[in-house]
C-alpha cells in the first residue's frame, strides 16, 4: 500500500492508503479527523468539504493520492487553538445548526468565500454556498452568520 505526506492542518502526516481511497476516508477512518461528514457521495451535498491549498473540494470524490504533498484543512483546524474561527462563534450566536450534519461543510466552503471576498453580498453567499445542501433549511441563519463573521473579522482588523 503506498504511503502518501500530506500536511492536514498544519501537520505533517503520513497516510498509508490506497491511492484511489477518497480523501474523505483517510481523514476519517485512518486519522480520526470526523467533522467532515459522508453526505452524498458523489460531491453533492458539500457535507464532506475540506480546503486543498486554501480552496473548497468535496473529500468523497478526491482521491487521497491526488493531494499527496498538499495542505488539508478540515474543520478541526479552522479554529486556532481554543479560540474558534469567527464563523464557528458566529453559527453558535446565530444559533444556525439544527441537526448539524452538513454544517461543518457548510462552514469550510463559508470559510473559503470570506477568504475570497471578505465584504459579501446576499448573492455572493448565495452563489458560493449553492453546493452546500441543508435538509434543515437554515439557508436565512446561515447567511445571517456568515454575514457575522464577515463583520467580526473586520472589526478585529480595524483594531
Not at 457535507?47 to 478540515?74: D, E, F, K, M, Y
Request: proline residues 4%; charged residues 15%; contains cysteine.
Amino acid at each position: 500500500m503506498p504511503k502518501f505526506s500530506i500536511t492536514v492542518n498544519g501537520a505533517d502526516a503520513q497516510v498509508d492508503a490506497p491511492d484511489d481511497m477518497p480523501l474523505l476516508w483517510a481523514l476519517r477512518d485512518l486519522m480520526g479527523l470526523t467533522g467532515s461528514k459522508y453526505g452524498c457521495g458523489i460531491g453533492q451535498c458539500g457535507a464532506c468539504t475540506v480546503h486543498l491549498n486554501g480552496a473548497p473540494v468535496r473529500s468523497c470524490l478526491l482521491p487521497v493520492g491526488q493531494v499527496s504533498g498538499q495542505a488539508i484543512t478540515t474543520i478541526e483546524g479552522l479554529a486556532d487553538g481554543d479560540a474558534l474561527h469567527a464563523l464557528q462563534q458566529a453559527w453558535i450566536e446565530k444559533d444556525v445548526a439544527q441537526c448539524g450534519y452538513c454544517q461543518s461543510g457548510q462552514i469550510m466552503s463559508a470559510a473559503a468565500l470570506l477568504q475570497s471576498n471578505p465584504e459579501p453580498t446576499d448573492a455572493d453567499i448565495d452563489a458560493a454556498m449553492a453546493g452546500n445542501y441543508c435538509r434543515c433549511g437554515t439557508y436565512i441563519r446561515i447567511r445571517e452568520a456568515i454575514h457575522a463573521a464577515a463583520m467580526s473579522v473586520d472589526a478585529a482588523a480595524a483594531k
